[in-house]
């Protein structure tokens, strides 16, 4: 792991910038999101955006003074809640100070997240201008019937028109699914699928359904209105995904992701699964520097509050033990393509590697190589081979 004052190439940093708005809130969502109407008091769209470049500013003086020092940045990813609900110059500005504060690679990856209604062509056009290279739309499914009962309000026979603007401006896109929500069927995965392979994109991320304790949806199934999704559906419906993305020239680099060549994959997330150091700008948004995890406070308005006070929004922070950072890597890069080397499986454990591939959930000639690389049936058992892998 990077070292304090180390300004090496090497050193660098990826920006997450939560933006948390939508229209409407979805009835699975479980994410740090607000309409426009519930907030006030500092916290609104209209004044986020300076808001989010000041804590840029503390956190730059925050590291520097605990000795870090970043040579650039690699990745920023506008999340949310819907980024394109704000003006696109307010990305662009925030996307712009951010570069003024640590210089931005030049071959950084810059991704929005954007529901297929709220953007335009010009829009789009203004992201491209202002620095964004990447564009990730919320699709989630081609089935009008599941679109309704996720509450999304977007058309899908939009996905494409979308896209093609957003090919048009230059963007890369990549597009989001959901599968597993109730009443979809095998059929409507498979229309959902070849919906988003048909507008000729170069990334796809595949998301089973959740449903979370606190979410509309969840007390939708504790009243009998919905029943939850079946495991041995589910996994039907993901090797469907694999066969249709694998039929099209996808491949799987982590399990709900597909890209088709190694320069499509995104880095950002990649950032995240291998334990590089993030910045997490916005309500509730969560850091990593150097083992040291931090997480800001949720609400908007008390977001603004301590910001207006010249303080870091931080609510709390904790230092990953030894054992926790090969916890986490062993969880995230075991869900990676390229895998985890097995030198990092603790000794008492690594026999188990041997025991997994027997019984075909890890590559064979990977781990003779030395890497540990799931198959396609390891994928759907990820959860369980890291459980015997993990000290």
Not at 19 to 31: E, K, L, Q, S, T
Not at 280 to 295: F, K, L, M, Q, V
Request: glycine fraction near 8%; charge should be negative; proline fraction near 5%.
């Amino acid at each position: 792991m990077p070292s304090r004052d180390d300004s090496s190439p090497q050193r660098a940093l990826s920006a997450y910038i939560h933006i948390p708005f939508c229209a409407v809130r979805c009835g699975y969502c479980d994410f740090n999101t607000y309409t426009n109407a519930e907030l006030g008091g500092g916290g609104s769209q209209r004044e986020y955006p300076a808001n989010a470049m000041r804590e840029m500013e503390l956190q730059l003086a925050d590291d520097l003074a605990a000795g870090y020092r970043y040579q650039q940045i690699a990745t920023v990813f506008f999340g949310g809640g819907t980024p394109t609900l704000l003006p696109a110059g307010d990305l662009v500005a925030m996307l712009a100070h951010l570069r003024s504060l640590i210089p931005l690679a030049p071959d950084a990856e810059v991704t929005t997240e954007a529901n297929p209604d709220s953007v335009t062509p010009d829009s789009l056009a203004e992201l491209a201008a202002g620095g964004i290279t990447r564009v990730s739309f919320g699709m989630q499914s081609a089935v009008r019937s599941v679109l309704a009962t996720l509450d999304r309000t977007h058309d899908p026979d939009r996905i494409p028109q979308v896209v093609q603007w957003a090919k048009d401006a230059g963007l890369a896109v990549s597009l989001d699914l959901i599968y597993g929500t109730p009443g979809e069927t095998l059929a409507d995965v498979e229309t959902s699928v070849r919906a988003a392979l048909d507008c000729g994109i170069d990334h796809l991320s595949a998301y089973s359904l959740i449903i979370e304790g606190n979410t509309a949806m969840a007390r939708q199934l504790r009243r009998g209105e919905i029943t939850a999704p079946d495991g041995d559906d589910m996994a039907d419906k993901y090797e469907l995904i694999d066969d249709l993305t694998r039929a099209d020239g996808l491949q799987w680099y982590e399990v709900s992701n597909f890209a088709r060549t190694r320069a499509d994959r995104s880095r950002h997330n990649l950032a995240y699964w291998t334990g590089r150091d993030w910045w997490g700008i916005g309500p509730g948004a969560h850091r990593h520097r150097n083992g040291e995890r931090s997480w800001n406070l949720k609400h908007p308005s008390r977001y603004a509050a301590r910001l207006a006070d010249g303080r870091l929004p931080v609510q709390e922070s904790e230092q990953l033990t030894a054992k926790d950072r090969l916890v986490e890597r062993i969880m995230l890069e075991l869900r990676i393509a390229d895998g985890l080397d097995v030198t990092v499986v603790p000794e008492q454990r690594r026999h188990l590697l041997a025991v997994h591939a027997e019984r075909g959930h890890l590559e064979a000639d990977a781990l003779t190589a030395g890497r540990a690389v799931l198959t396609r049936a390891g994928r759907l058992l990820a959860d369980a081979v890291i459980r015997d892998l993990v000290p």
